[in-house]
């Protein structure tokens, strides 16, 4: 029998699931976070993990083959400014694009708009005169006596990492790949970043900040991972450490170690496959994958069991949620919408008077009032509590006492704020607020994508998702909820769930009927063998790669691009007629028409590398008995917002509850990781695998 542990690292807990592979029978654990050494948490959850192995098996540790991680290190480090000191070295005369931006506001109305400082200083960004034309062709050949003056003045520089970006690399990464070389020979102790291998995409401002972040935390995230790998090996453990990345797939340590800006939204992808591997086991094609843990809220928008990806994303903004206002990042990513609510999101008096929730946290430390931690400021969990949604002396299957006299006292101090509100409306007022807020903005993610929510099912994870989720649904007119098996710890599910991936991409701007169909076959044989080699590092072998090519194409003359899927077509196949007609194809779907004597051409070139996906049916091991007929275990005094009143209702324990069971909302189900909350006349069947399905009742 073998093993595998996933571990996720979020803002308020970190959450860790071990699974059987065999059998994918599972045991689960979670812990507080541990901000100032996250390494000490994840060794603690891991360590719960370990004490539930079997005693039949005797290899004990070393049956554990795999660790499967996904980390806020990244993220935290950017928003906090936390990363090392970098030099940047760029085209001579282009010192200033991190400067210069787009030259666009993201409030036109705004007179003290503000954005993010870059993440390289004026200071630390030195040129070099050299020059690679826009279709690779060698403009200003590279001086060998100034690159060496360059790595000179550069060794003398109190810098840790270097970022390499020049003009057109995109095309052909020669020039910076011959500088990094002799870089590195100057000064090895450094890291080394360069834009086309980084991010070899058209758009030299979005290419400069991706590397320039990548180089930036690249030190960081590589002692973290040689940290984390020696806890391990500390734990006993002999296993491979695996990196979830933001496209929904997972690498090796070291790949993930050069490349830590493909690992921003790690945790969060997590969240949507576990949502899509419960969607397919139960034949759902379009969903809303909705995960809530204790600092935000994310949603997703999966049609057809596939997830809607982005190639550009933001991060450090300036204006949580006004798009433009951060830094941007070339990097495929689950296409996720950030709702500032989660369990810790703090509740205040708005500069109107007003009740106002998140998107400050209160996190791990000090934690929400109700922790008694040293917090006193009321949260979105704090309300929970007095609403009835959670248990205070159940709380992490009672791990964790919540004092309940410590969250009354925080809503009933905002309530005088507010003008003498009581501690009941307080709460209502949180809960009402925080939902809706996230129903609006997932209601706009779904309809910018030209769907209708009515016709999806929400699929919640995250420790607050299933407490949250079905008031969502009803706010979306959305009428079926599935809550998967261990939804708590539903990032760690989908790393488990996930296939190894590796993407490579490349701009170079051709017209169809111009393209250089040889260079376009070596280009495509070469990134079919790197990312070949990248999965072989993880198991993966040729045989099992599923491909997938796509193109970002446009007419010329036009800024915006259409993504043309080529799925799994082989290069033989491709040809000129193919694809302008494809192009056509997606242009008449999203424009109704095409641009009359338009001439197509291609931006840029996308080549995925996939290993075959496998659903995984999520069960608890046998020994968790269940009843032969479902009862409840206890009652609990409830919210129920359509009534306006609190009222007794039964509670269920989730692991007691049979296959097959039916019961009438309003009702709560609790285990050790979550709660889900119905508050609305429902009806909630326990499914074949133990998801729960709530179906809201059309008055509700």
């Given amino acids: 029998m ?40 994840i060794a603690r959850v891991i360590e719960m993990l370990l004490e539930q192995l079997p005693a039949s098996v005797a290899e004990g540790r070393k049956a554990v083959h795999r ?23 760029v085209t001579a005369g282009t010192e200033d694009v991190l400067d210069i931006r787009r030259e666009t506001r993201y409030d036109t109305y705004d007179l003290e708009i503000s954005f993010p400082e870059p993440l390289v200083e004026r200071g630390q960004r030195f040129p070099l005169a ?142 949507v496959l576990s949502a899509i591997n419960c969607a397919a086991i139960h034949q759902v094609k379009n969903i809303l994958a909705f995960d809530m843990g204790g600092t935000t809220a994310k949603s997703c928008v999966a049609v057809d069991g596939v997830p809607a990806i982005t190639h550009t994303f933001e991060f450090a903004r300036v204006r949580r949620f006004r798009k433009g206002s951060g830094l941007p990042a070339v990097s495929p990513s689950i296409d996720l919408i950030e709702i500032g609510a989660g369990g810790g999101s703090i509740a205040r008096v708005s500069t109107m008077g007003l009740l106002q929730v998140g998107p400050e946290s209160a996190s791990a430390e000090p934690g929400p009032a109700c922790y008694d931690l040293g917090g006193s400021d009321a949260t979105v969990t704090d309300s929970d509590l007095f609403l009835g949604h959670l248990d205070a002396d159940n709380f992490l299957g009672g791990r964790m006492r919540l004092s309940l006299a410590k969250a009354e006292q925080a809503l009933a101090d905002l309530g005088q704020r507010l003008g003498g509100m009581s501690a009941e409306t307080v709460a209502w007022g949180i809960h009402d607020i925080v939902n809706e807020n996230m129903a609006a903005a997932a209601r706009t993610h779904i309809a910018e994508r030209g769907h209708d929510a009515r016709h999806f099912t929400l699929v919640t994870t995250g420790g607050a998702g299933p407490v949250h989720a079905v008031d969502v649904a009803r706010r979306l007119r959305i009428a079926r909820v599935l809550c998967p098996v261990a939804s708590g710890v539903g990032s760690c599910l989908g790393f488990l769930a996930a296939p190894a991936r590796a993407d490579q991409s490349w701009s170079k701007l051709e017209a169809v009927d111009l393209i250089d169909w040889h260079d376009l076959g070596d280009r495509l044989e070469a990134a079919r063998s790197a990312l070949a080699s990248d999965l072989s590092h993880v198991g993966i072998a040729a045989g099992d790669i599923q ?47 095409p641009v009359p004597g338009g001439k197509p051409e291609v931006v840029t070139w996308r080549v995925v590398a996939q290993s075959r996906e496998r659903h995984r049916r999520y069960a608890f091991p046998a020994s968790a008995r269940r009843q032969t007929e479902a009862k409840a275990s206890s009652t609990r005094r409830l919210y129920l917002p359509g009534e306006k009143k609190f009222a007794t209702a039964p509670v269920y324990d989730r692991h007691q509850l049979p296959p097959g069971a039916t019961l ?12 889900l909350v119905v508050a609305y006349p429902a009806t909630v069947t326990v499914l074949g695998d133990g998801t729960l399905e709530v179906v809201l009742k059309g008055d509700a």
């Fill in 2 to 41: 073998t093993y595998q542990i996933a571990v996720d690292v979020g803002g308020t807990f970190t959450d860790g699931v071990m699974l059987e592979a065999a059998t994918d029978t599972i045991w689960v654990a979670k812990a507080l976070t541990t901000p100032a050494d996250p390494g000490k948490g």
């Fill in 664 to 675: 009438a909302g309003p009702l709560v189900v609790v285990e050790p990781e979550s709660t």
């Fill in 67 to 89: 660790v499967v991680h996904g980390t806020t290190l990244i993220t935290n480090t950017l928003l906090e400014r936390k990363g090392v000191k970098t030099a940047l070295v």
């Fill in 130 to 271: 050299e020059r690679i034309g826009p279709a690779g062709e060698n403009w200003k050949e590279i001086d060998e006596a100034e690159l060496k003056q360059l790595a000179e003045r550069l060794a003398r520089e109190d810098v840790a990492a270097v970022a390499i970006c020049f003009l057109h690399s995109c095309v052909d990464g020669r020039h910076e790949r011959r500088v990094r070389d002799a870089l590195r020979q100057a000064t090895p102790q450094r890291s080394y970043s360069i834009s086309s291998e980084v991010a070899a995409e058209i758009g030299e401002y979005e290419r400069m900040s991706t590397v320039a972040a990548n180089a930036y935390v690249q030190p960081i995230v590589e002692h973290y991972m040689n940290a984390l790998g020696r806890r391990l090996t500390e734990l006993g453990l002999e296993s491979r450490l695996d990196i979830m990345v933001s496209n929904g797939g997972f690498t090796e340590a070291e790949q993930a170690g050069r490349f830590p800006i493909r690992l921003l939204e790690s945790g969060p992808a997590g969240g």
């Fill in 547 to 593: 491909w997938h090519l796509c193109a970002e194409m446009r007419y010329q003359g036009q800024g915006a691009k259409v993504e043309v899927d080529l799925g799994d077509i082989a290069f033989e196949a491709l040809n000129q007629t193919l694809l302008q007609e494809l192009f056509l194809k997606e242009y008449i779907r999203l424009f109704k028409r």
